[in-house]
């Protein structure tokens, strides 16, 4: 199940990586110990508010969650229950470009805190590529409900950086058994 689940991820990310952009954000710091985790995969989780400047999580995921079900379109990593109301809500990076700039949702305006790419399991705010330092989602070493999810310089060995997309949740691959 694991080896199927990550090949589609990898197909999906393959596919997406140049034309889908996502959120990225990613941290130094490696989750301590070489061992497994035990439980429940854990997803990004926007909360039950629907507000501006709600903040972004992580929670065991649950695919009848709706605080848990994005779509990716032109950029945008949209909040799916919002989609056809008058407040389409998506992922937001704020106007912070630094280490630790937390994640949060905000009405869907189509600008640079708004627009991400999705490569190689990454999630990289897209004005950050062509700098010297991308940033990129990062869910920090803990793993656990309730754990923030912010930017970080993007490091494709940061564990803490590495999700996978699947029937539209977007999940912590380290998590997944």
């Given at each position: 199940?694991?080896?199927?689940?990550?090949?589609?991820?990898?197909?999906i990310?393959?596919?997406?990586?140049?034309?889908?952009?996502?959120?990225?954000?990613?941290?130094?710091?490696?989750p301590p110990?070489?061992?497994?985790?035990?439980?429940?995969?854990?997803?990004?989780d926007?909360?039950s508010?629907?507000?501006?400047?709600?903040?972004?999580?992580?929670?065991?995921c649950?695919?009848n969650?709706?605080?848990?079900?994005?779509?990716?379109?032109?950029?945008?990593?949209?909040?799916?229950d919002?989609?056809?109301?008058?407040?389409?809500?998506?992922?937001?990076?704020?106007?912070g470009?630094?280490n630790?700039?937390?994640?949060?949702?905000?009405?869907?305006?189509?600008?640079a805190n708004?627009?991400?790419v999705?490569?190689?399991?990454?999630?990289?705010?897209?004005?950050?590529?062509?700098?010297?330092?991308?940033?990129?989602?990062?869910?920090?070493?803990?793993?656990?409900?309730?754990?923030?999810?912010?930017?970080?310089?993007?490091?494709?060995?940061?564990?803490n950086?590495?999700?996978?997309?699947?029937?539209?949740?977007?999940?912590?691959k380290?998590?997944?058994?």
């Amino acid at each position: 199940m694991l080896a199927r689940r990550l090949l589609t991820a990898a197909v999906i990310s393959a596919a997406m990586g140049a034309v889908t952009p996502l959120p990225a954000v990613a941290s130094t710091h490696e989750p301590p110990g070489g061992t497994a985790l035990v439980g429940a995969p854990l997803c990004v989780d926007v909360s039950s508010n629907r507000g501006n400047g709600t903040l972004i999580y992580q929670w065991q995921c649950d695919g009848n969650n709706t605080n848990q079900k994005f779509v990716i379109e032109d950029g945008l990593i949209k909040v799916q229950d919002t989609i056809g109301k008058s407040q389409v809500m998506c992922l937001d990076s704020s106007n912070g470009r630094t280490n630790g700039t937390r994640v949060y949702q905000w009405q869907c305006v189509g600008n640079a805190n708004q627009l991400w790419v999705v490569q190689r399991g990454l999630i990289i705010l897209k004005s950050t590529l062509n700098s010297g330092t991308r940033l990129c989602l990062d869910v920090t070493n803990g793993r656990g409900n309730g754990t923030q999810v912010y930017l970080w310089q993007c490091d494709f060995n940061n564990t803490n950086q590495k999700f996978v997309i699947e029937d539209g949740q977007i999940v912590i691959k380290d998590t997944l058994s």
